[in-house]
């Protein structure tokens, strides 16, 4: 199996690993890709892949409106708030 | 071990004003307090369930009461509870509270229950002995006889909500199973730990770890409290989209009905090809038990249960990462500033989770990337596939699947550092939760070292009724429960 390049995955996932710990987690990846590999000696070229388990349709509700999740209630969470909003820094310059 | 109370008594209890419901709380929340096992991450204080215990000793003295009025219960520390912190037990959640409830908790709500507190378990359900949680291991208060002053594992992840059970700290608990994190626990503390059809009990509201496998069910002293908690909580909901709306039964009902008719068992003998002896007379004790009556055990083969760990160490992780992207430390959950927002992600989610949480979501985001996805996440969906079929053949055999529920008796704590030695204890139940088939695990006995055991027995799509029957049988003739 090709190297795993571990920092492209942390960063994709928004992680930053700290860098002494970036070997204990690329070794942990490593032994556990190569442990899930069985799973290539399978033919499956004509198995289809399975998504739901009970493969049961999806039952659609009425459109009405119900009122749950007051903003107060919601924005309480928030870590920073400004008025109704969740406040983040600048991101536009 | 306390002495066991099952809800039929307590409700006649309640009834005949033996006991009234503040009472019967007091009596159980005394030794939640003492979480002398760290199984929960909250208690509830009389005060703050004064005005729920009052309504419902009221609805007892009008003799109009509920299913499970006024039995106290442990909820896993996953289920949003409107108002009551709610942590997965991650640093990341250790100040959420949420707005709304959960439809399964409400479920118990609506027929009286009464929380006791938020049951320690596995950093967002992801582990298999509860060493995972931010707030510290759960301990096991079933001893090793031969060496009594080690501390063990409870299983997981569910695993306060078992050893509260087995602590007496609560009636009955509710877990989580994704891929054996009800049974495990369950088996591993001497306790009836129920895993229903993938669909049966609604997700809304559960914190999602991997949503094509996740399920809710009880953790119980008994089969019949199974289905007193089954009654009330499975039903269809129109805000988890998997949620079936099959018609349910009345699973307590005819509960001990006698066996009308031939039933065939079988037996996976691939399941039992590396197992200690120890494990195999579990089996090998429920089949004598049931010698007196008409059921016939045979041997059946998988062909997919080599790669069912496989399978299920892909589509987890994959479905975990992709869950676990909402924590970025924005909207709610702890936050780590940063000098932007990027930042702000990094940091928040770097420092909120734990090493398995953090390896999960790192193994899903591989498994997902691009050069990766058809290798790894859409073959294990096609393998999953596979399984399915591989139950459904041997279905068509047999009414009933029996298997050990566990590998091993509970370990000590700190002593698998290994994660793939740590996978391996739910070998016997991640295939039925790939396959989303009903699973039970029941006590059939202890080790040599006096600690418990349990066989699991599947059943078939929606078939929790003659499930349950079945299991009651076998927990009467394996009379375990003294």
Redesign the interface.
Known sequence: MSE?D?KR??Y???????SEKEEF?SQ??V???Q??????K?D?SN????????E?T??I?NDDIEK???TE??L?????RAQNF?K??K?VE | MPKKQSISSLVNSLKEKKISVHELFDQFHKVAKENANNSYNLVLDPDYQKSNLEISQERYSNGKNLPLDGIPLGIKDLFCTKGITTTASSKILS???P??ESFVTQQLLNDGAIFIGKNNCDEFAMGSSNETSHFGPVVNPWKNKNSPTEKLVPGGSSGGSAAAVAEGSCVASMGTDTGGSIRQPASLCGLVGLKP???SCSRWGIVAFAS?LDQAGPITNSVEDAAYILNSISK?D?ND?????HPRDDYLKEIDKKLDHKIKIGIPSDYLKNVTPEIIAQIENTKKSLAGYDIEFVDVAFETT??AL??Y??IAPAEA?SNL?RY????????EE?????D????S??SG?GDEV??R???????L?AGYYD??Y?????????I?DDFQRVFQEVDFILTPTTPNEAFKIGEKLD??AMYMNDVFTVPTS???LPGISLPSGLSANGLPLGVQLIGN?FQEKKLLQLSHLIEKELSFNE
Request: glycine letters at 6%; aromatic letters at 12%.
């Open positions: 795993i571990i995955i942390s994709l996932a928004k992680l930053k690993l700290p987690y942990s990846l032994d556990i890709i442990w899930v590999d069985n799973l290539k399978i499956t198995v289809k892949p399975l998504h739901n388990v009970t049961a999806v039952s509700r749950n999740n007051s209630d919601v309480n969470n928030a870590p920073e969740f983040v820094p991101v | 100040n959420f509270i707005q709304y059809t993938f669909g094509s269809h129109f989209s998997t949620s079936s709306n080599d790669y496989s399978t160490y892909i990462s992207a970025d430390g924005i909207r709610y959950g702890v936050r940063g000098g932007n927002l990027d702000i992600y990094l940091n989610r770097t989770f953090t390896r979501i790192l193994i899903g985001t591989y498994v990337s290798a790894y859409r073959q294990a969906q096609k393998v999953r596939r596979l399915k994660p793939i790939l396959a989303g799509y």
